[in-house]
């Protein structure tokens, strides 16, 4: 079970891998005799905003390497959250032993070892239960580290007079012969918080649209190595839609199938894995029955004249009338992940 580092919060919980994010993913790097963990979620100060930041390369970096950081920002509130400034800071003194490293990323080392600001990036403005990815890159003349070993690395963000505590994690510095854990990187692809069991027309067409919130999410993660965690109630809620389904979403639906990326279902809504386990269920919640809801009106079969071509793609109009099933229906590369929300997982 991979931890909550990106994930979109802010919705209902009933399942909840690739921060939340809220997935936070933290992988192990034996790196030097040093377990390199990434990345750490950085708690919120009086934002609303929870942070990661994991570095690429399993956090291994070489001489004249670019320090390759993905910022994950979640807005966990019910107001839109302000844009503002990702910095990056790092340590210039090494990690002496694993007690010190595990202290950095779990919060107790008091002194911030990360002190030293090498770069700057803009953040967005993020709608309630909002998840987005930032790129920084940080060039190899910033970082001037030393000697062989583990180095701390930050990333607050600041909108504008508050700040999140940072967001923290590593990078191995000239570090040869000892072999990295590879690193897992997932995502999801939500929308924001909704009382309703699908998500309305409206809302898909502002989304899919140029700059709308899923077609974002899907441009920052379509054929790059993160994993994405699909919300099958978005796949629910396009093609149940039949001839009346926004353009934009149908669209959006048909290049998501496309990904080269690998895939993993979330709950319902994304809702959260644990809690119902810890009321004392004995298993967690499954996609709800939706037959209820298919309008038959919405559908037609194919005729003799309109039958598509194998090659072509499928428009609303020619959908068979679906089925509980096919409506959340989606070839999976990663079916086994569970996406947990932070701070849920006990024992």
Same mark, same amino acid.
């Given at each position: 079970m991979l931890a909550d580092g990106f994930r979109g919060v802010g919705r209902m919980k009933q399942f909840a891998a #690739?921060?939340?994010? =809220?997935?936070?993913?933290?992988?192990?790097? =034996?790196? =030097?005799?040093?377990?390199?963990?990434?990345?750490?979620?950085g708690a919120v100060a009086s934002s609303s905003l929870v942070v990661s930041a994991t570095p690429s390369a399993s956090g291994d970096l070489q001489t004249g390497g670019t320090l390759q950081l993905l910022v994950t920002l979640t807005n966990q509130s019910d107001l839109e959250s302000a844009g503002g400034t990702a910095t990056v800071s790092v340590g210039h003194t090494a990690f002496a032993s694993r007690g010190t490293l595990s202290s950095w990323f779990d919060?107790?080392?008091?002194?911030?070892? =990360?002190?030293?600001?090498?770069?700057?990036?803009a953040t967005p403005g993020l709608a309630p239960g909002a998840t987005q990815q930032i790129p920084v890159?940080?060039?190899?003349?910033?970082?001037? #580290?030393g000697v062989a070993g583990v180095y701390p690395v930050s990333v607050t963000v600041s909108t504008g007079t508050e700040a999140t505590n940072p967001a923290r994690t590593a990078v191995a510095w000239n570090v040869t012969g000892t072999k990295p854990v590879p690193l897992v990187m997932a995502a999801p692809l939500t929308v924001a918080a909704s009382n309703s069991a699908f998500i309305s027309a409206k809302v898909l067409a502002d989304d899919t649209a140029p700059?709308?919130?899923?077609?974002?999410?899907?441009?920052?993660?379509?054929?790059?190595?993160?994993?994405?965690?699909i919300d099958p109630q978005i796949l629910a809620s396009i093609r149940i839609l039949g001839k009346s389904v926004p353009p934009s979403a149908w669209a959006w639906l048909q290049r998501l199938t496309q990904v080269k990326n690998?895939? #993993?279902?979330?709950?319902?809504?994304?809702?959260d894995l644990t809690a119902p386990l810890q009321a004392g269920e004995t298993t967690v919640l499954?996609?709800?029955?939706?037959?209820?809801a298919i309008n038959p009106s919405q559908f037609q079969s194919p005729t003799t004249s309109s039958t598509p071509s194998p090659t072509s793609t499928p428009t609303p109009d020619?959908?068979?009338?679906?089925?509980?099933?096919?409506?959340?229906?989606?070839?999976?590369?990663?079916?086994?992940?569970a996406w947990p929300a932070a701070n849920s997982v006990v024992s």
């Amino acid at each position: 079970m991979l931890a909550d580092g990106f994930r979109g919060v802010g919705r209902m919980k009933q399942f909840a891998a #690739f921060t939340a994010s =809220a997935l936070a993913v933290a992988t192990m790097v =034996a790196l =030097a005799g040093l377990a390199v963990a990434q990345p750490a979620v950085g708690a919120v100060a009086s934002s609303s905003l929870v942070v990661s930041a994991t570095p690429s390369a399993s956090g291994d970096l070489q001489t004249g390497g670019t320090l390759q950081l993905l910022v994950t920002l979640t807005n966990q509130s019910d107001l839109e959250s302000a844009g503002g400034t990702a910095t990056v800071s790092v340590g210039h003194t090494a990690f002496a032993s694993r007690g010190t490293l595990s202290s950095w990323f779990d919060g107790t080392t008091k002194t911030d070892l =990360a002190t030293i600001k090498v770069g700057t990036a803009a953040t967005p403005g993020l709608a309630p239960g909002a998840t987005q990815q930032i790129p920084v890159n940080i060039p190899a003349s910033s970082l001037a #580290f030393g000697v062989a070993g583990v180095y701390p690395v930050s990333v607050t963000v600041s909108t504008g007079t508050e700040a999140t505590n940072p967001a923290r994690t590593a990078v191995a510095w000239n570090v040869t012969g000892t072999k990295p854990v590879p690193l897992v990187m997932a995502a999801p692809l939500t929308v924001a918080a909704s009382n309703s069991a699908f998500i309305s027309a409206k809302v898909l067409a502002d989304d899919t649209a140029p700059g709308g919130l899923l077609t974002r999410e899907l441009d920052d993660l379509a054929g790059t190595s993160v994993a994405i965690g699909i919300d099958p109630q978005i796949l629910a809620s396009i093609r149940i839609l039949g001839k009346s389904v926004p353009p934009s979403a149908w669209a959006w639906l048909q290049r998501l199938t496309q990904v080269k990326n690998e895939t #993993f279902p979330l709950a319902w809504a994304d809702a959260d894995l644990t809690a119902p386990l810890q009321a004392g269920e004995t298993t967690v919640l499954g996609t709800p029955p939706l037959d209820y809801a298919i309008n038959p009106s919405q559908f037609q079969s194919p005729t003799t004249s309109s039958t598509p071509s194998p090659t072509s793609t499928p428009t609303p109009d020619q959908a068979q009338l679906p089925t509980s099933e096919s409506l959340v229906a989606f070839n999976y590369t990663l079916p086994e992940l569970a996406w947990p929300a932070a701070n849920s997982v006990v024992s």
